[in-house]
């Protein structure tokens, strides 16, 4: 696949850029996708949920009403789940909910959303940039220029360039990564994928030694 290599004012430079097929163009594996998705948000949660059982509960354990003759259940306890303010029968405890996944796994994930995102034309090459100070303004400017200020984009850089990363965070639907902490969440997340031209040598090499 060929794509157009435009600049920071979303001008053509008249240079082609080729998307390697191993990477941009293999037939996605949907469930690949959902595994590492799925592990993702997983890793996500804090997982400190917790509910008072039976022996938590604060009361007193005295007997609060005879075992017979009242007509009613035998009841021991007010701290028992059938009372109001009583414990919680099997409620929620701290636990982890992490997993593992194998890199090969992960690697066709990544390289699954990216071939959906390419199929779809949701892919912009341009040149490399820098800023000179962070400045949202100018990063709006950029967006503007590609015809995405309205969508959710994802920035890939090849290395951290901390001016461009300051002026996309205060941008509610933009992000910017760099190359290697490309993740397939943040890529399906996205509307646009914008690689600049560095970065797309990065990730096709990356991916190409895994």
Not at 10 to 17: E, I, L, Q, Y
Not at 49 to 69: C, D, N, P, Y
Not at 189 to 203: D, G, H, P, R, Y
Request: glycine share 6%; aromatic share 6%.
């Amino acid at each position: 696949m060929e794509l157009s290599v435009y600049n920071i004012e979303g001008k053509d430079t008249g240079r082609k850029v080729q998307l390697s097929e191993e990477i941009f163009g293999i037939e996605p594996n949907d469930h690949a996708i959902y595994l590492d998705v799925k592990q993702y948000l997983a890793n996500q949660r804090q997982g400190t949920h917790k509910t008072k059982e039976r022996a938590e509960v604060a009361g007193s354990t005295r007997k609060i009403k005879r075992q017979k003759g009242t007509g009613g259940a035998r009841a021991g306890s007010a701290k028992s789940p059938l009372f109001r303010s009583g414990g919680t029968i099997f409620g929620p405890r701290p636990r982890s909910y992490r997993f593992k996944l194998n890199k090969k796994l992960k690697r066709l994930a990544r390289i699954s959303s990216l071939s959906y995102k390419a199929k779809n034309g949701q892919v912009i090459v341009i040149e490399d940039f820098t800023l000179e100070a962070p400045k949202t303004k100018e990063y709006v400017a950029i967006l503007s220029n590609l015809n995405i200020e309205n969508q959710k984009s994802l920035m890939v850089l090849p290395d951290v360039d901390q001016n461009v990363i300051r002026s996309a965070r205060n941008i509610q639907k933009a992000k910017v990564v760099t190359s290697n902490g490309l993740i397939t969440y943040n890529i399906l997340n996205a509307k646009t994928l914008v690689f600049t031209e560095s970065s797309i040598k990065n990730v096709e090499s990356m991916f190409n030694k895994q």
